[in-house]
Nanobody, 125 residues
Framework: QVLLVESGGGSVQAGGSARLSCVVS????????MGWFRQAPGKEREFVAR??????????AYADSVKGRFTISRDNAKNTVYLQMNSLKPEDAAVYYC????????????????WGQGTQVTVSS
C-alpha cells in the first residue's frame, strides 16, 4: 500500500518559516510529479506547488499566492518531497497535503493518484 506521510506542520508566527516534508513508502517517486495542495476551513482544496520527476528536469510550478515565498524540492534517493515556506501569512494557514501523479504535468487534482493525510499549518498574526 502506497503511503504518503506529511510532517513539519505546526504553529508559526506571521513572517516566519516552516518546512514540510512528505515521505512516500511502497512506491518509487523518481518519475512521479509531486504536488502540494492545501485546504483552509470552509474552502476548497487548492493547488500550491508541483515538481516534475523526470530525470534532471525538475520543472516547478506555483500558485500565484505563494510564488516567491514557497519552494518545492525533492530528494528521490529519500523518496521525499519538501515544501519550504517563507514569509508566512495568516492566509497560508491550512491543512497541507502532498500528492503523487504518474503524469509528467498533471493539471487537476484528479490527475494525482496518491494522497497523504495532511499536516496542519497554523499562522498567527
Amino acid at each position: 500500500q502506497v503511503l504518503l506521510v506529511e510532517s513539519g506542520g505546526g504553529s508559526v508566527q506571521a513572517g516566519g518559516s516552516a518546512r514540510l516534508s512528505c515521505v512516500v513508502s511502497d512506491r518509487t517517486i523518481r518519475t512521479d510529479t509531486m504536488g502540494w495542495f492545501r485546504q483552509a476551513p470552509g474552502k476548497e482544496r487548492e493547488f500550491v506547488a508541483r515538481i516534475s520527476g523526470s530525470g534532471s528536469d525538475r520543472t516547478t510550478a506555483y500558485a500565484d499566492s505563494v510564488k516567491g515565498r514557497f519552494t518545492i524540492s525533492r530528494d528521490n534517493a529519500k523518496n521525499t518531497v519538501y515544501l519550504q515556506m517563507n514569509s508566512l501569512k495568516p492566509e497560508d494557514a491550512a491543512v497541507y497535503y502532498c500528492a503523487a501523479s504518474k503524469l509528467y504535468w498533471p493539471t487537476t487534482m484528479a490527475d494525482y493518484e496518491y494522497w497523504g493525510q495532511g499536516t496542519q499549518v497554523t499562522v498567527s498574526s
